[in-house]
C-alpha cells in the first residue's frame, strides 16, 4: 500500500469515527472514544446488533454490536428508566434509534449536498452474526469502559467519500 | 384552548423522547398524543383536532412523506403544519419534504434547542 493510500485510509477512518462518536454522544450524553486496538472478545456477554440497509444510490449495510449492559445504561442515563422498566422492545428501540442517527450521519459524508438516498428500516437482534476481529471495515469503540463495534458491509463503503479523497 | 400535539414515531423511545424535548420547547401545557406510523396518525387526525403534528419520515406500514401527500389531499387536514425529525436528512431530502408542504426538517437527535424556535414561529403565527 503506498503511503498516499495509508494517509486516506486514515483520514477515511477519523471520518468514521467523528461522526459515530457525535452522533451516539448526542443521543446517549455519554463519551464515547476510539479503542486503540480490538479488545479481548468474551463470547459469552449478552449483545445486541442493530442493523440497516442502504439501498441507494450503492448497496450497503451500516451494523452496531452492542453489549445489553451497555444499551441499558443509556436507556437509564437518557430515559431516566430503572433496569426493571427496560422491556426488550425498548432495548430494540433504543438501538434502532442509535443506528438510524449514525446512519443518517454517516450517509451525508458520501452524499453531502442535493442528491438524495435510500436506506430501509432499522432491524434489531441478538448475536453478532459476524466475527468482527476478522473483520477490516469493524471499528471498536469504548463507551464508559465497555467495548461496542461499528461494521461497514457492501459496496457503498468500499471507497471512501470523495471530499476525504479530495483533502 | 389546550394544543393538542400528535407525534408520530414507530419508536416509542423516540416518541417519548420527543414529547420531552416539546415540553421543554414551551408546550407543557399542551395535550400530546402518539401514533406509530402515518396511518395511525391519519386515523387520529380525523378524530381529533390536532394543532401540530410532529413526525418521523422512515415508518412502516406508511411513511411520513406518503401521511403528508395524504394530509394535503384532505380538506380537514391540509393546513395542520407538520415538523419532520429525521436520520435522512440532507438537502434533496428537505426540499422534497418542504416542497410537499413540511414546515420544518430537523435532524434526530432532536434537542429542544432545535425545536424551541419552529414550535415559536408555528405557536405565533396561529396567535394571529
Not at chain 2, 48 to 74: A, C, F, Y
Not at chain 2, 89 to 115: D, F, H, Q, T, Y
Amino acid at each position: 500500500m503506498t503511503d498516499d493510500a495509508v494517509l486516506l485510509d486514515q483520514k477515511y477512518r477519523q471520518k468514521l469515527v467523528e461522526v459515530v462518536q457525535s452522533s451516539l454522544e448526542e443521543i446517549g450524553f455519554m463519551e464515547i472514544l476510539e479503542a486503540p486496538d480490538f479488545s479481548n472478545y468474551d463470547e459469552d456477554i449478552e449483545r445486541y446488533r442493530a442493523a440497516i440497509l442502504i439501498n441507494d444510490p450503492l448497496p450497503g449495510e451500516i451494523r452496531l454490536i452492542m453489549p445489553k449492559n451497555l444499551v441499558q445504561a443509556i436507556g437509564e442515563n437518557v430515559y431516566a428508566m430503572e433496569e426493571e422498566e427496560l422491556s426488550e422492545e425498548l432495548y430494540n428501540d433504543i438501538l434502532g434509534e442509535m443506528i438510524n442517527v449514525v446512519a443518517g450521519n454517516l450517509m451525508r459524508l458520501w452524499i453531502p449536498g442535493e442528491e438524495g438516498f435510500a436506506m430501509g428500516l432499522p432491524s434489531v437482534g441478538q448475536g453478532t452474526y459476524l466475527k468482527i476481529h476478522t473483520n477490516t471495515n469493524a471499528i471498536e469503540f469504548d463507551m464508559e469502559g465497555t467495548p461496542f463495534w461499528l461494521i461497514l458491509l457492501g459496496e457503498m463503503f468500499s471507497k471512501p467519500p470523495a471530499n476525504i479523497e479530495e483533502n | 384552548m389546550t394544543q393538542q400535539i400528535l407525534i408520530v414515531d414507530d419508536s416509542k423511545m423516540a416518541r417519548m423522547y420527543v414529547h420531552r424535548c416539546l415540553e421543554m420547547s414551551g408546550l407543557e401545557e399542551a395535550e400530546f398524543l402518539e401514533a406509530e406510523n402515518g396511518k395511525i396518525a391519519l386515523s387520529i387526525m380525523e378524530e381529533q383536532e390536532i394543532h401540530i403534528v410532529v413526525s418521523d419520515v422512515n415508518m412502516p406500514e406508511m411513511d411520513g412523506k406518503t401521511m403528508l401527500k395524504w394530509m394535503r389531499s384532505n380538506e380537514k387536514l391540509r393546513e395542520i403544519p407538520v415538523i419532520f425529525i429525521t436520520s435522512v436528512n440532507n438537502m434533496a431530502k428537505i426540499k422534497e419534504l418542504v416542497m410537499l408542504g413540511a414546515r420544518s426538517v430537523l435532524s434526530k437527535p432532536v434537542s429542544p434547542s432545535s425545536l424551541i424556535p419552529v414550535i415559536e414561529k408555528l405557536m405565533g403565527k396561529g396567535e394571529k
